[in-house]
């Protein structure tokens, strides 16, 4: 059997040291997964090891968050097993459809992004922070995420790369730069991205490879796509990702991109209310859970 290897791409904001957070990513994992195919998790269960986290955030923000603040919460997400009615009514209620709208207008119209409400604004900013590549930075991150890759592929080993948020962009630009400069043979098995940024026109247009022809456009070295977008998540607009990358498809780069955005929820909460954006409530669902143990499952 070909060796398995997931690598998970976390999001933004400073995150808990590396070994914790792993943890509890691959708890949170695994629990969708045993919700969806509770052989597949007792045949992963055994893998642990085959998990691999790249842990940029203290590159980008020289900060540790304190995991004790999200560990009841996360308790009592792996409690919880579907969507209540009240996180259904708050993720398509008329505040976040406003929000919504504000941010798709903010994606065509990019000078208003300063007039949005200041969270929005401030996460734009930040985001544009990695596009940057202030004291080259965004390279210091991508370097972490090529080093494992590399490896992995040289090994010839079955790769699922996962990628959330803004470690979807990191993701993609790593997977670009691999393809056009160091022209790295092999391919990721499955790219899955998570309540990803992909889909807005303000990131593609500062996408490695944005204005180059043809395939020198693209990342040359994914065989699938899966995206995954949660009713609710203002980060993840733009959802059709078989519409945003259908040049992918036509220059026969990849064999399929599918999404997966109606009637997902993610039902993560703390003490500020309702994330339908958090890694952890990403995971932990069934429907995330299943295309992984299909991948897993998968013969050679």
Not at 8 to 31: C, H, I, S, Y
Not at 210 to 234: F, M
Not at 244 to 251: D, K, P, R, T
Not at 266 to 290: D, I, M, Q, T, W
Request: overall charge neutral; hydrophobic content about 35%; some cysteine.
């Amino acid at each position: 059997m070909q060796k398995r290897r997931i690598i998970f791409v976390p999001g933004k904001n400073p995150k808990p040291p590396a070994d914790q957070q792993r943890e509890l990513l691959w708890r949170t994992m695994l629990e969708g997964v045993r919700r969806a195919e509770p052989e597949c998790f007792k045949e992963m269960l055994r893998h642990s090891d085959d998990f691999k986290l790249i842990a940029w955030t203290y590159l980008y923000y020289k900060e540790i968050k304190d995991i004790s603040r999200d560990l009841p919460w996360i308790d009592a997400l792996i409690n919880t097993h579907m969507a209540s009615t009240e996180d259904i009514r708050e993720a398509n209620s008329w505040n976040r459809k406003f929000y919504s709208l504000l941010l798709t207008l903010a994606d065509i119209f990019p000078f208003i992004i300063p007039l949005l409400p200041k969270p929005m604004s401030s996460s734009a900013k930040e985001t544009n922070r990695y596009f940057t590549n202030k004291d080259d930075t965004a390279c210091d991150i991508r370097d972490m995420l090529k080093d494992e890759l590399r490896k992995c592929l040289a090994n010839n080993e079955k790769i699922l790369l996962i990628g959330h948020s803004l470690g979807s962009v990191i993701a993609y630009d790593t997977l670009w730069e691999l393809s056009h400069l160091e022209h790295l043979p092999g391919k990721i098995d499955l790219f899955m991205t998570l309540g990803s940024p992909l889909g807005m026109k303000y990131i593609q247009h500062r996408l490695m490879g944005y204005g180059r022809h043809n395939k020198k456009q693209y990342p040359t070295n994914i065989r699938r796509w899966t995206n995954v977008s949660a009713e609710g998540d203002l980060v993840a607009l733009g959802k059709d990702f078989s519409k945003s990358f259908e040049s992918m498809l036509a220059l026969n780069l990849l064999e399929s991109i599918d999404n997966h955005s109606e009637g997902i929820y993610n039902f993560f909460r703390n003490e500020e209310g309702l994330n339908s954006h958090r890694s952890y409530g990403y995971l932990v669902n069934p429907a995330v859970g299943k295309i992984i143990a299909d991948w897993w499952k998968e013969d050679d």
